[in-house]
Every structure is written in C-alpha cells, then in structure tokens.
T-cell receptor, first 111, second 117 residues
Framework: SQQGEEDPQALSIQEGENATMNCSYKTSINNLQWYRQNSGRGLVHLILIRSNEREKHSGRLRVTLDTSKKSSSLLITASRAADTASYFCATFQGGSEKLVFGKGTKLTVNP | GAGVSQSPSNKVTEKGKDVELRCDPISGHTALYWYRQSLGQGLEFLIYFQGNSAPDKSGLPSDRFSAERTGGSVSTLTIQRTQQEDSAVYLC???????????????FGPGTRLTVL
C-alpha cells in the first residue's frame, strides 16, 4: 500500500517562483525522505528529516514535517528550469527497511 | 567516489525470454535494494538484502522474479519467462547499515529500462 502520497500530481511554474509539494503518510515514521528523479531514471536523494525535527533546510530546499498531521512539505525557492523533475517522498514501512514511495509530483519550471 | 552502477542501461527482449539485470552497489554499503517503476507510477519495492541475513523478498511480484547477491556486493535480478507487464525501469539502491538496526540514505543507480515485446 502507498505510504506516502504527494500532491499535487503535477505543478507548472515560472522560473524564479517558489514550488511547494506536499506529502501525506499513514503510519508512524522515524524519518521521511525526499527524492528527485529526472527523466524517469535514477533517483537523487535530496533531504532527510527525522521525526523529532520540524523543519530542515538545504540550499534552496526547505522541508517541514508535521507528525501530528502525518504530512510533510517540500519547498523549492527561486526555482530554475533545471529543477524540472519528479519529486517523491518516501518513508520506511512498518519498522522495516522497505522504503515506500508515493507516486510523485511532476514539477515543470518554465524558463 | 563511484556511485551505484547498473547494467545494462536498456534491455529489449521478447516475451518468454529470461533476463538478468546487474547492480554494483557503493563499496562498503551492506544494504542493497531493488525497485521497479512502471510508466507513470511510483516506485515499487521488490527485494532487500542486508549483509548475510536472509533477503526480504516480500515485494517480488511472482515466482518468475528472483535475485541474488554474491559476496555481499554485486546483485543480479533475474526475470524468467518475461511478460509484457514486466516492462519497467528497474532501479537498484544501496545504503549503509547503521548501528541500532536501521539503514541510512539510499543511493540509487541510473536504472535498467526493460522492454518486453
């Protein structure tokens, strides 16, 4: 079953604008991770936020985590055309080592 | 250092044939994962190896799928009697196994795009 569900499914913005993607999950977690995928190939790990953290920054990325609502958001500030990709959140399922991904948000940044 | 590598990058095969997909994890990573991504879909967990422990095969979709990991390093995913619905990108990932029984960030390879005609 899907552990993480991202929304929106697709997002199209202009270069320079901010992009916000949301993720909801179902069970308790130790951490939540965000990945980026270009052109349907390998995933790149972006950021990991632990369950005892509420916000984390990495460059132009800002991730928040609300464990009471079982949700996370990924904000990309000052977007660039190169940010065009699909973004996935992922969590470990049921204390196992299986990383469960949502179906992703497809972000298009128009120059 | 070198990342996770996979070969071949693309594989086209005929229905009914067997295929082998290879994954070379990052050196020193004891955990290795296989995932499948069908067109427009999220990633589906297939199998997980950790050290010498029995692999977690709970995600394998049928008994046509099998995987092994030799010497705790390279892994091969084998699909026997391929079907058209097996067409997908097969992704491998590796990670460190941390003290306390958890794993670290998973690092993904570029994937193998399998097309079954």
């Amino acid at each position: 079953s899907q552990q993480g569900e991202e929304d929106p499914q697709a997002l199209s913005i202009q270069e320079g604008e901010n992009a916000t993607m949301n993720c909801s999950y179902k069970t308790s977690i130790n951490n939540l991770q965000w990945y980026r995928q270009n052109s349907g190939r390998g995933l790149v790990h972006l950021i990991l936020i632990r369950s005892n953290e509420r916000e984390k920054h990495s460059g132009r990325l800002r991730v928040t985590l609300d464990t009471s609502k079982k949700s996370s958001s990924l904000l990309i500030t000052a977007s660039r055309a190169a940010d065009t990709a699909s973004y996935f959140c992922a969590t470990f399922q049921g204390g196992s080592e299986k990383l469960v991904f949502g179906k992703g948000t497809k972000l298009t940044v128009n120059p | 250092g070198a990342g996770v590598s996979q070969s071949p990058s693309n594989k086209v095969t005929e229905k009914g044939k067997d295929v082998e997909l290879r994954c070379d994890p990052i050196s020193g990573h004891t955990a290795l994962y296989w995932y499948r991504q069908s067109l427009g879909q999220g990633l589906e967990f297939l199998i997980y190896f950790q050290g010498n422990s029995a692999p977690d095969k709970s995600g394998l979709p049928s008994d046509r799928f099998s995987a092994e990991r030799t010497g705790g390093s390279v892994s091969t995913l084998t699909i026997q009697r391929t079907q058209q619905e097996d067409s997908a990108v097969y992704l491998c990932a590796s990670s460190l196994f941390l003290a306390g029984g958890s794993t670290d960030t998973q690092y993904f390879g570029p994937g193998t795009r399998l097309t079954v005609l």
